[in-house]
C-alpha cells in the first residue's frame, strides 16, 4: 500500500505567531442585514460606545438626506412624531428630520476560543484571538420615543380610565407589610430573573468611544498590533504543543462546550444561544419574555423545521388562550414562595389576581381598572402589572387586549381551543369561590330601550350588543353608544360619530352596519324591531 505522504506531499510550511497586542480588546462585527458590498467605510461615523463587560456596542452613523433615495417628507415626519415639535438638547433629530440612524449590537456566539483574526505577511501568519463577535443591526428606539409621546398625549386627553387613576389617589386605608426575609432559594430566583439582569445591564455605565476611519492614521497603526512584535519562537510557548495536546485543541472535549443557559432574551443574548435550550424552555423563555403572543409569532421565533404539534404541547403547558392567542401563565411568572416586587404580596395571591383579569378577557376585548380592582383588592400597582401584561389604556374605554382575536387558529386548532375553553371554566368556578362573584355579572349589559320610544310596554324590545372577535364589533359599539341617547337617529349622525371614533370609514361599512342593525322610516334610523307595529 502506498504510503499517504507520496500522495499528498507538503508543498510549503508556514510559521504561525500568535499576537496578543490586542487581547481582550479585538472585536468582529458584522453586517447581517447589509450585502458585503456595501460597507460602512465611507460613511461618516457621529458616534460610539461600549459596555465592555456585557460587550454591547452602539453607533450613530449619519444618513445621506441629498441622496436621490432618500425620502424627505418620510425622514421629517419621522423626526416630528419622535421630537415633537419644540426643540431642546434632548432631541434625537438636531435637523429636524431623521438624519442619522443607530446601530446596536448582539452577542453571535458567547464563546469565542476558537475564533481568530489571521494576517498572511512575508510568509508568516500572525493569529490574534478574538474577544467578541458582534452583530450590529438597525435599532429602532427612536419608535419607542414616538410611542411613548403618542401616550403622554392620548394621557394628557384621556378622560376616561385616567380618571380611575385620580380616583385611586384619593384617602383611603392602606395595609403595612414588613418584608419576609429572602430566602437562599428565592434570593437565587430572583438573580437568575429577566427583570433582575435588565437592570444589571442598565447599571452598566457607557464609555464612550471616538471612531478612526480605516484610512485614518491612528487606525493603520493599530492594524500593527495584529503581528506578533516578537519574532522569537520561544515567547510563542502557546503554540509549541505535543501532537496530542494540539489534536485536544483543535476537538476540545464537549464539556468545554457548555455556556450558561439563558433566563430569557434580551439584547445580549442570541437567538442562536437561546435556540441550545430543549423545545419546552424555550417556549418558556419567550412566553415569560413577551407574555402574551400569537401561535404563528412564536413558531417564527422558533428554529425552522419546528414540529408545530410539539410546540402545541409546550406551549399548553406554560400559556392559556385568551381570544386565540397565548398568554403565559401566571405561576410561570410569579412561581411559588416569591413574592410582588412592589408590594410584598404572595405568589399566590398574585396568580388569582392575575387570572381573574385574564379570564375577563376571555369575555371581551376591554376592562375597566377600577373594576377590577374593586374585586381583586391588590394594591394599584400590582393591578397595573396586570393590566400591561396583555392590554393597552385607551380613551374612555379602558384598559383594551393587544391583540386581535386569532380567528384563524381557533378554527384550525379547535380541538385546542375547546380544551382551553374547558380550562377556563375551571379557572372560572375557582375565582366565583374566591371572589365571591358570577359570571353573570360581567356578561355585556343588555339595556332597556330608551323612554323616548311610543311603543307599549309589552312592544318595548330589550337589545343585547354582541361581538364576534372581527374589527366590525367597534363600529356596533359605537352604533349602539348612538340609540342608547336616541332611539331615532339620520344617517349623518352615524357617519359623523364612527368618523369621529375611528377615522374615514367606507360607505360600504357603514351601507352594511345598518343593514345588519337598523331598518329605515321616513329619513330616520331605528334600531331593528324598534318601529312600532
Known amino acids: 500500500m502506498a504510503s499517504g505522504d507520496d500522495d499528498d506531499p507538503i508543498i510549503e510550511e508556514i510559521d504561525v505567531y500568535l499576537a496578543k497586542s490586542l487581547a481582550d480588546k479585538l472585536y468582529l462585527f458584522q453586517y447581517p442585514v447589509r450585502p458585503a458590498t ?10 460610539a460606545k461600549i459596555k465592555p463587560k456585557q460587550q454591547r456596542v452602539e ?10 433615495n432618500y425620502c424627505r417628507s418620510k425622514g421629517e415626519q419621522i423626526a416630528l412624531n419622535v421630537d415633537g415639535t419644540g426643540y431642546d438638547e434632548t432631541n434625537t433629530y438636531s435637523a429636524k428630520m431623521m438624519d442619522k440612524q443607530t446601530f446596536s449590537s448582539i452577542q453571535a456566539t458567547t464563546n469565542t476560543s476558537r475564533y481568530a483574526a489571521a494576517v498572511f505577511r512575508k510568509g508568516e501568519l500572525h493569529v490574534t484571538p478574538l ?13 419607542d420615543k414616538a410611542d411613548n409621546k403618542t401616550r403622554e398625549r392620548e394621557a394628557a386627553n384621556e378622560g376616561g380610565d385616567s380618571s380611575q387613576d385620580e380616583a385611586e389617589e384619593e384617602a383611603k386605608a392602606i395595609t403595612v407589610r414588613f418584608a419576609r426575609p429572602e430566602s437562599e432559594q428565592a434570593r437565587q430566583r430572583r438573580i437568575q430573573s429577566y427583570e433582575f439582569l435588565q437592570k444589571k445591564q442598565a447599571e452598566e455605565p457607557w464609555v464612550h468611544l471616538t471612531y478612526h476611519g480605516v484610512k485614518d492614521g491612528r487606525s493603520e497603526h493599530e492594524r500593527q498590533y495584529l503581528f506578533c512584535q516578537s519574532g522569537d519562537a520561544s515567547e510563542n510557548s502557546e503554540l509549541v504543543k505535543t501532537p496530542k495536546e494540539y489534536l485536544a485543541m483543535l476537538m476540545p472535549p464537549l464539556a468545554e462546550e457548555k455556556v450558561v443557559k439563558p433566563v430569557g432574551p434580551s439584547n445580549v443574548l442570541s437567538m442562536a444561544q437561546l435556540r441550545t435550550l430543549p423545545l419546552g424552555e424555550q417556549v418558556k423563555t419567550l412566553m415569560k419574555n413577551v407574555k402574551v403572543m400569537p401561535f404563528a409569532n412564536l413558531m417564527g421565533l422558533l428554529a425552522s423545521g419546528t414540529d408545530s404539534t410539539s410546540v402545541l404541547r409546550c406551549i399548553q403547558q406554560v400559556a392559556l388562550l385568551v381570544q386565540g392567542n397565548w398568554v403565559v401563565k401566571s405561576d410561570v411568572l410569579y412561581p411559588k414562595n416569591t413574592f410582588s416586587a412592589h408590594s410584598g404580596v404572595p405568589a399566590e395571591v398574585l396568580c388569582r389576581g392575575r387570572d381573574f383579569v385574564m379570564w375577563r378577557f376571555t369575555l371581551e376585548r376591554s376592562v375597566m381598572r377600577k373594576e377590577i380592582a ?3 383588592k391588590l394594591p ?9 401584561h396583555v392590554a393597552a389604556p385607551r380613551a374612555n374605554r379602558g384598559w383594551e387586549f393587544l391583540l386581535p382575536t386569532d380567528v384563524d387558529f381557533i378554527k384550525k386548532h379547535p380541538d385546542v381551543a375547546h380544551r382551553q375553553n374547558m380550562l377556563w371554566l375551571g379557572i372560572q368556578s375557582k375565582l366565583e369561590k374566591v371572589f365571591n362573584f358570577s359570571k353573570e355579572d360581567f356578561v355585556p349589559k343588555k339595556l332597556q330601550f330608551p323612554a323616548q320610544t311610543k311603543a307599549a310596554p309589552d312592544e318595548q324590545k330589550v337589545f343585547g350588543l354582541w361581538e364576534t372577535g372581527e374589527d366590525f364589533d367597534k363600529h356596533r359599539r359605537l352604533l349602539y353608544d348612538v340609540f342608547t341617547k336616541n332611539y331615532r337617529v339620520r344617517r349623518n349622525i352615524i357617519q359623523a360619530r364612527l368618523a369621529q371614533e375611528l377615522g374615514d370609514v367606507s360607505k360600504a361599512d357603514i351601507d352594511r352596519l345598518l343593514n345588519e342593525c337598523c331598518s329605515s322610516h321616513a329619513g330616520m334610523w331605528y334600531l331593528k324591531g324598534t318601529i312600532q307595529s
Open 38 to 47: 456595501m460597507t460602512y467605510d465611507d460613511v461618516t461615523h457621529l458616534a
Open 380 to 388: 394599584p400597582e400590582d393591578v397595573k402589572e396586570f393590566l400591561e
Open 59 to 68: 453607533l450613530e452613523i449619519s444618513m445621506d438626506t441629498v441622496s436621490p
Open 374 to 376: 374593586s374585586i381583586i
Open 131 to 143: 474577544t467578541g463577535i458582534l452583530q450590529m443591526r438597525p435599532s429602532f428606539s427612536y419608535l
